[in-house]
Structures are given as structure tokens and as C-alpha cells.
T-cell receptor, first 115, second 113 residues
Framework: ETGVTQSPTHLIKTRGQQVTLRCSSQ?????VSWYQQALGQGPQFIFQ???????GRGNFPPRFSGLQFPNYSSELNVNALELDDSALYLC??????????????FGPGTRLTVL | GQQLNQSPQSMFIQEGEDVSMNCTSS?????WLWYKQDPGEGPVLLIA?????ELTSNGRLTAQFGITRKDSFLNISASIPSDVGIYFC?????????????FGTGTRLQVTL
């Protein structure tokens, strides 16, 4: 059983640029959630994807968008990068079956630095 | 938004000592989780609690789901250097059809020899 993987590990961008982060979910999982973790804080929920659709969103602007693919992997896209977007971006996968939900397992994260 | 308050914020202990930390909320939750995060890594699930009053162990770790469903605590017995890290409590918060995790403020643990 493979765990959650993310790429790239580190990334440096400049203000105004766009970035795409990738996540492969743990085998057997069908749901992917993305979190932003600023330095010294706990992770903050960005959004969740289930059946290739966004089914919940946190308090993040529309320039944060995502995709989920048929193999349950996912992308997080951020447009018009701002300095405050510098953070560790975490992907978590889980298995959702009907109304119940399993716990979420995290990948190692992508460290994004915006200059 | 929902806030989970963890205490203590940080602690320095000696190897071999027992550690206790807790997490409180103003709202009721049906699931409490404890994660550990090492520097530059993602959080790793330590213990999941699904029932009020439940006491669950994972090796030297023991966690309890408070009877009021508004709190939880985590104990680490006989701490070792690799216990160093940040410990987060988290709850599952249903928003529409999505289940998101809301994390506590974290407890930074440092172990000295």
C-alpha cells in the first residue's frame, strides 16, 4: 500500500506567477483534501475533491482552484501569487463511502516560497 | 470560525518523563484526532477517537475523548528524543458534503537528554 505523495517538494515563485502542485492519493482512497499551513500555525482547509468535483471549500479566494482525476490524484492551482501564499501545502486523502467518512492521511507537503 | 485551543503551547521535558497535553472546544464534535508533525513533513495520524469517554492507546501514547465531547487529551509516557515535534489535535467538521479537519493551535514538544 502506497501512501500519499506530493510533488514538487519545494518551489520558489515570484509574485503574480501561477503554480500547480500535485498529489497522488493513498491506494484505495477516493477523496483528496488540500490544506495550507503557514509557518507556526496549524493546517487550514482549502477545499476537498470527491468524484472529480469540489464538494467543500474553506475561506480561500477563487484564485485557488483544483482538479481531481479519474485515478483520484489531484492538482492545486494558485493564480496571481501573493507573498502571503508562502506556506507548506498539504494534501490529504481519505476513503468516503456514503454518509460516513474515514480519517485523512497526509502527504509530506510542498513548500512554496513566493518572492 | 471554529477554534480548538491546545495547551500547553510548548514544553521542554527530560527524557523518560511523562507528557500530558489537552485540547478544548466550545462546540461538540463526534471525532477527535491527534496528529504529530515533524519539521518539513506532513502531519502523521497518531490516534483517532470516535466515542465520548473512549480511551485509546498506541504504544506509549494514550488519548481520551472527553465525556462532554468538547475536549480531548493526549498522554505520552516515558518520553524519548524522537517524540520531539508538534502535536496537533483535530476534529472533523462537516461543511456541506465535505468533511474538513480543523486543527488546534499545536503543542511543541522538546525532549532533552
Amino acid at each position: 500500500e502506497t501512501g500519499v505523495t506530493q510533488s514538487p517538494t519545494h518551489l520558489i515563485k515570484t509574485r503574480g506567477q501561477q503554480v500547480t502542485l500535485r498529489c497522488s492519493s493513498q491506494s484505495g482512497h477516493n477523496t483528496v483534501s488540500w490544506y495550507q499551513q503557514a509557518l507556526g500555525q496549524g493546517p487550514q482547509f482549502i477545499f476537498q475533491y470527491y468524484r472529480e468535483e469540489e464538494n467543500g471549500r474553506g475561506n480561500f479566494p477563487p484564485r485557488f482552484s483544483g482538479l481531481q482525476f479519474p485515478n483520484y490524484s489531484s492538482e492545486l492551482n494558485v493564480n496571481a501569487l501573493e507573498l502571503d501564499d508562502s506556506a507548506l501545502y498539504l494534501c490529504a486523502s481519505s476513503l468516503v463511502t456514503g454518509p460516513s467518512t474515514d480519517t485523512q492521511y497526509f502527504g509530506p507537503g510542498t513548500r512554496l516560497t513566493v518572492l | 470560525g471554529q477554534q480548538l485551543n491546545q495547551s500547553p503551547q510548548s514544553m521542554f521535558i527530560q527524557e523518560g518523563e511523562d507528557v500530558s497535553m489537552n485540547c478544548t472546544s466550545s462546540s461538540i464534535f463526534n471525532t477527535w484526532l491527534w496528529y504529530k508533525q515533524d519539521p518539513g513533513e506532513g502531519p502523521v495520524l497518531l490516534i483517532a477517537l470516535y466515542k465520548a469517554g473512549e480511551l485509546t492507546s498506541n504504544g506509549r501514547l494514550t488519548a481520551q475523548f472527553g465525556i462532554t465531547r468538547k475536549d480531548s487529551f493526549l498522554n505520552i509516557s516515558a518520553s524519548i528524543p524522537s517524540d520531539v515535534g508538534i502535536y496537533f489535535c483535530a476534529v472533523i467538521f462537516l461543511t456541506g458534503t465535505a468533511s474538513k479537519l480543523t486543527f488546534g493551535t499545536g503543542t511543541r514538544l522538546q525532549v532533552t537528554l
